[in-house]
């Protein structure tokens, strides 16, 4: 169908008709209306629907209102005007407005008869309209601190004069607050300023309590002053007289170590006790509610909101943080399509959720096609740390709610930090499936990420899989994370517990020995370090396959990483041994299987000895792995069958089998112990007491 037919459809006519009474409003306000219209070029605007709420407080009353603008502001905000029904332009006062974020916060006042109508988007606008007083409500304006001396006000006064970042304003409904709307920040800070209303003269105690520094100052008295790391509650008391009428109050608050909290409170006349100045005693300020998105002179702009829904927490210390988002006057029949920003989409929902898992700025894209045309609208969205700039106390999404939004994502198309992030979330959430799936796709990404958080993930990750019985799954988590762009000493390292896993669990030992081969022109050959840990690889792929002659010169070759004499040696291995054993009863089996590795790396000729794969075995038995360590404990035999543990070894195989049910081949192994062993008591059927 061709476009001029698609703007002939009922929908394009409403939106031509409201095009035509905006013209026409226009031509009004230029003939008949007192002070400055808008005029021409304004390619932006808004209708904005408010109650005024009148007050005989001094000064305008006004309104305030935020909306997105699909990135086509001014980052100064010098180009939004706002106008009443007659077309006269109104003192406004930007609140917010950035070039990364498309959400913009205005204050306005509400002069004339309602509705209003904001614009913006005209090129020539290179200066701000008039500016509002604002006098009402309780405004918070947002800096980031410079930082400097908070021991007296003066000090406190002149960090605000130093402040260059101007973060925005908010409305707040009382001076009381136990949170930073930006997120996590150490250095901030707030000042209030409001009107405030008294019934009767008398004599009013104001308590102020603020982290780390601020002051009070009451009709431009200060009359409190908190200097940093001052007490932080209603102690700070001052009284002083009022009269009945309307008062101002300011209120800084400077915020320098990662906490805030700021109230004010007072003691009326006759009580004995201090209460929160109440919202109610504050000049009121109304909301406006910002209309649907229009392009003068196109028939249709693609529209849609965005709301902060929730959070959901993520080890270490991370938010995922859920957004819905709203498509606003849809034509019947058209088709839609999301782009979130960040690797992800939707299809045909007007109404999606989303989850952002690490802050940043973002584009997300709607585009709405009626018949064969495509409309596009996007919106810049800010996603700090937390939510804190919607929510005093954001807050908590149920796993329910989180999976059934990440369920749908393609985790390979998400950076590597939002892949580790969301594996994380469901490792914390034991969602095994989910965890691996995301693991698997954090692993295979090519970005540069911190060394030791790859490894302590990588071994979450394996540890999740081994509980939940995918042994040889977490083994090649440790391989996969070899393969990130990581130092070769990590990588190796790296390797070396894929190799111990594999061989344990199964894995083909000759393919182990092929991959160890594949790095070795990778090393460098005059870094002992590396050498080292590539032959203590290729001894336990030895031992797997049973080749024991490769084995034993591997393990000469790497040599040993502790001198020590030998009576030195003996008591360090006595040491590390009832440690081990201590370990494994307690069940700490993770510290266990590190002092096993670690002799192992120390002392490569104990690969091929046996005691300490004896220990393995033990451990193994201990988390019901029987499989595993029957066949450790037959890997060794098989490698070293003179070894003075081979013995023991074969009989441990037996009886884990046996715990493992399988009765048949620890019959087989049994029929091992007594050829290969026959003197042994394990061999003739002594009772043998294991520990």
Same mark, same amino acid.
């Given at each position: 169908?061709?476009?001029?037919?698609?703007?002939?459809?009922?929908?394009?006519?409403?939106?031509?008709?409201?095009?035509?009474?905006?013209?026409?409003?226009?031509?009004?306000g230029?003939?008949?209306?007192?002070?400055?219209?808008l005029?021409?070029?304004w390619?932006?605007?808004?209708?904005?629907?408010?109650?005024?709420?009148?007050?005989?407080?001094?000064?305008d009353?006004?309104?305030w209102?935020?909306?997105?603008?699909?990135?086509?502001?001014?980052?100064?905000?010098?180009?939004f005007?706002?106008?009443?029904v007659?077309g006269?332009?109104?003192?406004?006062?930007?609140?917010?407005?950035?070039?990364?974020?498309?959400?913009v916060?205005?204050?306005?006042?509400?002069?004339?008869?309602?509705?209003?109508?904001?614009?913006?988007g005209?090129?020539?606008?290179?200066k701000?309209?008039?500016?509002?007083?604002i006098?009402?409500?309780?405004?918070?304006?947002?800096?980031?601190?410079?930082g400097?001396?908070?021991?007296?006000?003066?000090?406190?006064?002149?960090?605000?004069?130093?402040?260059k970042?101007?973060?925005?304003?908010?409305?707040?409904?009382?001076?009381?607050?136990?949170?930073?709307?930006?997120?996590?920040?150490?250095?901030?800070?707030?000042?209030?300023?409001?009107?405030?209303?008294?019934?009767k003269?008398?004599?009013?105690?104001?308590?102020?309590?603020?982290?780390?520094?601020?002051?009070l100052?009451?009709?431009?008295?200060?009359i409190?002053?908190?200097?940093?790391?001052?007490?932080?509650?209603?102690?700070?008391?001052?009284?002083?007289?009022?009269?009945?009428g309307?008062?101002?109050?300011?209120?800084?608050?400077?915020?320098?170590?990662?906490?805030?909290?700021?109230?004010?409170?007072?003691r009326?006349?006759?009580?004995?006790?201090?209460?929160?100045?109440?919202?109610?005693?504050?000049?009121?300020?109304?909301?406006?509610?910002?209309?649907?998105?229009?392009?003068?002179?196109?028939?249709?702009?693609?529209?849609f909101?965005?709301?902060?829904?929730a959070?959901?927490?993520?080890?270490?210390?991370?938010?995922l943080?859920?957004?819905?988002?709203?498509?606003?006057?849809?034509?019947?029949?058209?088709?839609?399509?999301?782009?979130?920003?960040?690797g992800?989409?939707?299809?045909?929902?007007?109404?999606?959720?989303?989850?952002?898992i690490?802050?940043?700025?973002?584009?997300v894209?709607?585009a709405?096609?009626?018949? !064969?045309?495509?409309?596009?609208?996007?919106?810049? *969205?800010? /996603?700090?740390?937390? #939510? +804190? $700039?919607?929510?005093? &106390?954001? @807050?908590?999404?149920?796993?329910?709610?989180v999976?059934?939004?990440?369920?749908?994502?393609?985790?390979?198309?998400?950076?590597?930090?939002?892949?580790?992030?969301?594996?994380?979330?469901?490792?914390?959430e034991?969602a095994?499936?989910?965890?691996?799936?995301?693991?698997?796709?954090?692993?295979?990404?090519?970005?540069?990420?911190?060394?030791?958080?790859?490894?302590e993930?990588?071994?979450?990750? !394996?540890?999740?899989?081994?509980?939940?019985?995918? *042994?040889? /799954?977490?083994?090649? #988590? +440790? $391989?996969?994370?070899? &393969?990130? @762009?990581?130092?070769?000493?990590?990588r190796?390292?790296?390797?070396?517990?894929?190799?111990?896993a594999?061989?344990?669990?199964?894995?083909?030992?000759?393919?182990?020995?092929?991959?160890?081969?594949?790095?070795?022109?990778?090393?460098?050959?005059?870094?002992?370090?590396?050498?080292?840990?590539?032959?203590?690889?290729?001894?336990?792929?030895?031992v797997?396959?049973?080749?024991?002659?490769?084995? !034993?010169?591997?393990?000469?070759?790497?040599?040993?990483?502790?001198?020590?004499?030998?009576?030195?040696?003996?008591?360090?291995?006595?040491v590390?041994?009832?440690?081990?054993?201590?370990?494994?009863?307690?069940?700490?089996?993770?510290?266990?299987?590190?002092l096993?590795?670690?002799?192992?790396?120390?002392?490569p000729?104990?690969?091929?000895?046996?005691?300490?794969?004896?220990?393995?075995?033990?451990?193994?038995?201990?988390?019901?792995?029987?499989?595993?360590?029957?066949?450790?404990?037959?890997?060794?035999?098989?490698?070293?069958?003179?070894?003075?543990?081979?013995?023991e070894l074969?009989y441990?195989?037996?009886?884990?089998?046996?715990?493992?049910?399988?009765?048949?081949?620890?019959?087989?192994?049994?029929?091992?112990?007594?050829?290969?062993?026959?003197?042994?008591?394990?061999?003739?059927?002594?009772?043998?007491?294991?520990?």
């Amino acid at each position: 169908m061709k476009l001029g037919r698609i703007l002939r459809r009922p929908w394009c006519s409403t939106r031509r008709w409201r095009n035509l009474a905006w013209a026409g409003l226009l031509l009004v306000g230029v003939l008949g209306a007192r002070g400055e219209t808008l005029g021409e070029g304004w390619h932006y605007r808004r209708k904005l629907d408010v109650k005024p709420l009148p007050s005989d407080a001094p000064g305008d009353n006004l309104a305030w209102t935020e909306f997105y603008t699909n990135g086509t502001h001014r980052p100064d905000g010098a180009d939004f005007r706002i106008t009443n029904v007659e077309g006269v332009v109104l003192p406004l006062r930007v609140m917010q407005a950035s070039g990364d974020d498309d959400l913009v916060r205005l204050a306005f006042v509400t002069r004339g008869s309602a509705p209003f109508y904001v614009s913006w988007g005209n090129p020539k606008a290179d200066k701000p309209g008039p500016l509002a007083d604002i006098r009402r409500g309780v405004l918070c304006d947002i800096f980031k601190g410079p930082g400097g001396a908070l021991g007296t006000e003066q000090h406190i006064r002149d960090m605000f004069g130093r402040a260059k970042i101007f973060e925005g304003s908010i409305f707040v409904p009382q001076i009381f607050q136990g949170y930073n709307p930006l997120g996590d920040e150490w250095n901030s800070m707030f000042r209030y300023r409001a009107q405030f209303k008294v019934d009767k003269a008398g004599s009013y105690d104001f308590g102020f309590a603020v982290h780390a520094a601020g002051y009070l100052a009451v009709d431009g008295k200060t009359i409190v002053v908190i200097g940093n790391r001052g007490p932080e509650d209603a102690r700070n008391h001052h009284a002083m007289d009022l009269n009945a009428g309307w008062h101002d109050v300011e209120v800084a608050q400077v915020n320098v170590n990662g906490n805030m909290s700021v109230s004010l409170s007072w003691r009326r006349p006759g009580d004995g006790r201090f209460e929160l100045l109440p919202p109610a005693i504050f000049a009121p300020v109304a909301e406006a509610a910002a209309g649907p998105l229009q392009t003068i002179g196109t028939p249709y702009t693609v529209d849609f909101s965005v709301h902060p829904m929730a959070e959901a927490f993520a080890p270490p210390d991370h938010y995922l943080q859920r957004y819905a988002f709203d498509a606003e006057a849809v034509p019947p029949g058209a088709t839609l399509h999301w782009d979130f920003g960040d690797g992800q989409s939707a299809g045909n929902d007007p109404h999606p959720s989303h989850i952002y898992i690490t802050p940043g700025v973002y584009t997300v894209t709607l585009a709405v096609k009626p018949h !064969a045309v495509d409309f596009k609208g996007t919106r810049r *969205l800010t /996603v700090k740390d937390r #939510m +804190y $700039r919607r929510f005093p &106390n954001p @807050p908590s999404d149920p796993f329910k709610t989180v999976s059934a939004v990440l369920e749908r994502y393609t985790p390979t198309t998400l950076a590597a930090e939002q892949r580790l992030r969301g594996m994380q979330y469901f490792i914390h959430e034991a969602a095994a499936d989910s965890a691996l799936q995301w693991g698997k796709a954090w692993e295979e990404s090519g970005e540069a990420q911190d060394e030791q958080t790859v490894w302590e993930e990588t071994s979450a990750l !394996a540890s999740l899989c081994e509980t939940r019985g995918n *042994l040889l /799954v977490a083994a090649d #988590m +440790y $391989r996969l994370a070899a &393969n990130k @762009p990581l130092s070769m000493e990590m990588r190796l390292r790296c390797l070396r517990w894929w190799a111990i896993a594999a061989c344990d669990y199964g894995a083909d030992p000759a393919e182990v020995l092929k991959t160890a081969e594949l790095w070795q022109p990778k090393l460098d050959r005059s870094n002992n370090s590396q050498r080292h840990a590539l032959l203590t690889i290729i001894a336990y792929a030895a031992v797997a396959k049973g080749d024991g002659k490769l084995a !034993a010169q591997t393990c000469r070759d790497a040599g040993t990483r502790r001198n020590m004499e030998f009576n030195d040696m003996e008591v360090h291995r006595g040491v590390l041994a009832r440690n081990i054993e201590t370990y494994i009863r307690t069940r700490d089996f993770e510290t266990a299987q590190k002092l096993i590795t670690q002799w192992e790396i120390d002392t490569p000729e104990a690969i091929i000895e046996g005691f300490t794969r004896l220990l393995k075995v033990k451990l193994l038995v201990s988390q019901n792995r029987h499989a595993a360590a029957a066949r450790v404990a037959q890997q060794l035999v098989r490698a070293n069958p003179e070894s003075f543990y081979g013995a023991e070894l074969l009989y441990r195989a037996v009886e884990a089998l046996k715990e493992g049910g399988k009765t048949a081949e620890a019959n087989t192994v049994l029929n091992t112990l007594k050829d290969k062993y026959p003197e042994s008591p394990y061999a003739r059927g002594d009772k043998v007491k294991i520990e």
